[in-house]
């Protein structure tokens, strides 16, 4: 797992020539619809929150919303191709007649038509294969006309960034992992752009360290959660808080940071601020991501637990492949 984590930006550069020689589209979407689950889906909040200023839907259900219709750019993204939630949601697309796009590195979704199939390599498991799942999409909005710059400058200088700062981010990881240590993980960002890597972290916490990790958003916990915060006490030592802070988040939630970690001053095992590091939003996010990834890795070795294997995940696809 630990070359899987260090092998994301590689993924980055790699994914950038599997479709980096699409074709314009002339036809113009109102939204873009991102189906995918787990590791797949995380690729959708990471855009949406990347393209503000585009509707973006990141869909993770059976379902999809009501309102998509064939003005929607719909992207479908299954790393291992059989996920049943994503290929329900092509089913339903192909009622709508939306223009599908697929991303996946086999299974049933391949093979099934659309637009657009974009193959990425297989045998990773799908929460290692982030670089190769998330990177097509920018260039498909740019080569669709939902973006008016290409990415790819942006991709090749975010995986650079990577590389140089890989090693310093696993040494993070790993003095960050002892006060992680049997802990119970509450994660907090201050600003929605880092929302997603807070999400990312709680999975990669719950998948390679198998440990529960609850997470929220600053401002909204300050109407809500912090008046919780700390009880029951017996099991405030078992904790660790982290602030995941965006330096462009708005000044007030910042403050409210400040003053949040008043309140909860000398409660809880551990309390840790994370600032991450890069000049743009999107180094930031990706930062921020590997780092989580490698202390979810560390948490797991030092705890003698295999990162790899998702037991209980197998073990429920297996029993709802008995009741089709």
């Known amino acids: ?30 939204k873009v619809l991102i189906c995918g689950m787990g590791g797949s889906g995380i690729s959708g909040d990471l855009i949406k929150t990347i393209y503000p200023h585009i509707e973006i839907i990141s869909n993770k259900d059976y379902s999809i919303p009501k309102f998509i219709d064939n003005n929607t750019l719909s992207i479908l993204v299954s790393y291992s191709g059989n996920t049943e939630e994503t290929l329900n949601n092509y089913k339903i697309l192909s009622r709508v007649k939306t223009t599908k796009i697929t991303i996946s590195s086999d299974g049933a979704l391949l093979r099934k038509k659309s637009e657009l199939k974009i193959k990425v390599p297989g045998g990773l498991p799908p929460r290692g294969a982030l670089g190769y799942l998330f990177t097509p999409i920018p260039i498909v909005l740019y080569n669709y006309g939902l973006i008016k710059t290409d990415p790819i400058p942006k991709l090749v200088s975010l995986a650079m960034f990577l590389k140089k700062k890989r090693d310093n981010i696993e040494k993070k990881a790993i003095d960050l992992s002892k006060k992680f240590l049997n802990k119970l993980p509450l994660i907090y960002s201050n600003s929605q752009t880092l929302l997603p890597a807070a999400s990312r972290w709680q999975c990669q916490l719950n998948e390679n360290s198998k440990i529960l990790a609850h997470i929220n958003v600053i401002p909204e916990m300050n109407h809500n959660e912090i008046v919780g915060l700390g009880r029951p006490k017996r099991i405030n030592k078992e904790m660790v808080v982290a602030f995941l802070n965006d330096p462009k988040a708005h000044p007030r939630s910042k403050m409210r940071v400040k003053i949040v970690k008043s309140i909860i001053k000398n409660k809880f095992g551990n309390v840790v601020d994370i600032n991450p590091e890069g000049k743009s939003a999107l180094m930031r996010l990706f930062w921020t991501i590997m780092l989580g990834d490698f202390l979810s890795y560390y948490c797991a070795i030092n705890t003698n637990v295999d990162p790899l294997p998702v037991k209980r995940i197998d073990f429920l696809k297996k029993q709802l492949s008995k009741f089709r």
Request: charged residues 30%.
């Open 1 to 30: 797992m630990k070359k899987i984590i260090s092998s994301l930006p590689d993924q980055i550069l790699e994914a950038i020539s599997l479709v980096s020689d699409i074709s314009h589209k002339r036809k113009k979407y109102s």
